[in-house]
């Protein structure tokens, strides 16, 4: 019941500049896609959830953890529906995925890729305790073109190895 509202957003002009890898998705490709994942974040090494508003189950979004490595690592992604941006939502629905990761699959670090034009996503890691670590050089390609990366950083706070 979820693919129409992810063939939207996935379809979505506003968010194409900060998709790393856009392409017009179809409902079929989403339906299968959905179809064809165990729903197990171990066995798919990659898992999608839907943020919803708990006072009327509205969908705002999706967040992901991707290129899971079991108690290791994992990549966080997120995007908020265009009728619900800058309203807090998803500096909410990224502390909880962090309160996830690091707390039910012992992960001891989330990382994420931001467009270094993408202020507001910039602000969003910052703001949920990511550190930038890095910068990779013409990491995506949007529009044709090739920008950087800023690779953001959150370290398991209730880890003290070295």
């Known amino acids: 019941e979820d693919s129409d509202v992810?063939?939207?957003?996935?379809?979505?002009?506003?968010?194409v500049g900060?998709?790393?890898?856009?392409?017009?998705?179809?409902p079929l490709r989403?339906?299968?896609?959905?179809?064809?994942?165990?729903?197990?974040?171990?066995a798919d090494k990659q898992l999608r959830l839907m943020i919803v508003r708990k006072s009327d189950h509205c969908i705002l979004g999706t967040i992901d953890i991707t290129d899971f490595v079991p108690f290791i690592r994992g990549g966080g992604g997120i995007a908020i529906h265009k009728d619900y941006r800058q309203q807090g939502y998803a500096g909410d629905a990224l502390n909880l995925l962090c309160e996830y990761a690091f707390d039910f699959?012992?992960?001891?670090?989330?990382?994420?890729?931001?467009?270094?034009?993408n202020d507001v996503c910039m602000k969003l890691f910052t703001s949920?305790?990511?550190?930038?670590?890095?910068?990779?050089?013409?990491?995506?390609?949007?529009?044709?073109?090739?920008?950087?990366?800023?690779?953001?950083?959150?370290?398991?706070?209730?880890l003290n190895c070295k």
Request: hydrophobic share 40%; aromatic share 14%.
């Open 6 to 15: 992810m063939y939207e957003m996935e379809n979505d002009p506003s968010s």
């Open 18 to 26: 900060y998709q790393q890898f856009h392409r017009s998705v179809f």
């Open 30 to 42: 989403i339906t299968t896609v959905i179809e064809g994942s165990q729903c197990d974040v171990f």
């Open 105 to 117: 699959l012992s992960l001891t670090q989330l990382y994420a890729h931001v467009a270094v034009d």
């Open 128 to 158: 949920c305790g990511f550190v930038q670590c890095g910068l990779l050089k013409n990491w995506l390609q949007i529009g044709g073109c090739y920008k950087d990366a800023a690779l953001f950083q959150c370290l398991n706070p209730k």
